[in-house]
């Protein structure tokens, strides 16, 4: 299923998660103009952290937004084939089993090569497939999850340049604290930019050299180089940007209830008064996490309603007692702006002790998305 674009009219359920087209183009637009000369990796794994990846990766390919596409397997790099999309897609996992390097090279997708043995087994598939793989090596410098060390990088490269079956396009790391620790990532990017002087000095040339996530590339101009690859920062969720995503729903059922009423699982909330509750359809099957129960707030009718007892996996209750007017059809806004009032992803990721990248990504397949102008 193709969650990205599901159409106005085949949404029944009013739960949706609303993408504001212009939101993300102001935003590329402003990592573009900031990082000039070097260009922009729009990092849409993930069904680009939630806000639909075919969708937002063909509004970019369109206008002229980004360079190319970054993904996490192959799968999805094919996915965004599928979907039209014909720049450069980096493959930026590694890729196991082998065999998928053939479906790699076969859809054109750069592979990240991060090992001897995935070297070989690159130059194999392209050798029986008759056709040319290009790939990016990456570097180990401190992430401490894929990568190879210097001296096994440079082999790495010797193996693929003298096969004559590879091009070796670039160069790249992935920095691990740029947003916490600037000395670690100083010396991250000194391991990277000696290794790629120790390949200028052996006489390679022309390699794409890139090491910046949204942090690095906003606030660290050597960090730049030739390519940044940015994802968070696209999708409003890094400072001095703008939000793209809300996720909507509408009141489907109102009652009114005595002091002394449970509400939900395991009696999860006692009324300590009467109250007015209303039911929203949507539960942690969307990516609504159990753990803002009884702890977060979705606005209605302009104001903050507290979600009353334990989330549950298709519904949630919340206190309409203040909300004049309150009735079965009312919009729901739990991520995202009505009128003044606000619930953000940070407040959201506060609340369940992770990071706004979790709360958006985990949006789930069987929410609309919807984008809008
Ligand atoms: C290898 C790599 N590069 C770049 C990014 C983009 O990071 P950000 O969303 O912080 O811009 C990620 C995100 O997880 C990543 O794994």
């Known amino acids: 299923m193709n969650s990205a674009t599901v159409s106005a009219g085949r949404i029944l359920r009013p739960t949706r998660a609303e993408i504001r087209l212009s939101a993300v183009r102001n935003n590329l637009k402003k990592i573009k103009k900031a990082v000039s000369p070097a260009r922009l990796l729009f990092m849409v794994k993930a069904n680009a952290y939630g806000h639909g990846a075919a969708g937002l990766s063909r509004l970019a390919e369109r206008e002229g937004l980004a360079w190319g596409f970054g993904v996490s397997s192959v799968e999805e790099g094919l996915a965004l084939r599928a979907d039209g999309i014909k720049g450069p897609v980096l493959v930026l996992g ?24 995935a070297a070989r ?9 008759g056709k040319k793989a290009v790939c990016h090596m990456k570097l180990e410098t401190g992430m401490g999850r894929i990568g190879a060390r210097r001296p096994s990088l440079l082999k790495i490269y010797d193996e693929l340049s003298a096969s004559g079956s590879v091009e070796v396009a670039g160069l790249y790391t992935h920095l691990s604290s740029a947003d916490s620790d600037p000395d670690y990532t100083g010396a991250q990017l000194s391991i990277f930019s000696e290794t790629a002087a120790e390949l200028e000095a052996r006489g390679v040339r022309g390699l794409l050299l890139h090491c910046a996530n949204s942090c690095a590339a906003m606030n660290c101009p050597v960090s730049r180089m030739d390519l940044v690859r940015c994802g968070i920062a696209a999708y409003g969720l890094a400072e001095g940007f703008e939000p793209a995503l809300s ?29 007015k509750i209303a039911t929203i359809p949507v539960g942690y099957g969307d990516g609504y996490l159990r753990r803002f129960s009884n702890k977060a707030d979705v606005l209605i009718g ?31 806004v739990l991520l995202g702006r009505q009128g003044a009032a606000e619930i953000t992803a ?18 789930s397949a069987r929410v609309p998305r919807v984008y809008v102008e």
């Open 94 to 117: 590694s890729l196991y089993p082998f065999k998928s390097f053939v479906e790699a090279i076969n859809a054109g997708l750069i592979v990240t090569i991060a090992s001897l043995d």
């Open 121 to 129: 087994q690159v130059i194999a598939a392209a050798r029986k497939l």
């Open 247 to 275: 996720l909507k729903s509408s009141i489907v059922f109102i009652k009114n209830v005595r002091e002394g009423a449970f509400i939900s699982y395991n009696k999860s909330f006692r009324a300590d008064r009467p109250l």
């Open 302 to 332: 302009g104001l903050r309603c507290r979600v009353l007892g334990n989330v549950t996996m298709d519904m949630i209750m919340a206190d309409v007692t203040a909300v004049k007017d309150s009735a079965v059809g009312s919009e729901a």
């Open 346 to 363: 940070a407040e959201l990721a506060d609340l369940a002790g992770t990071i706004t990248y979790e709360i958006v990504t985990l949006i």
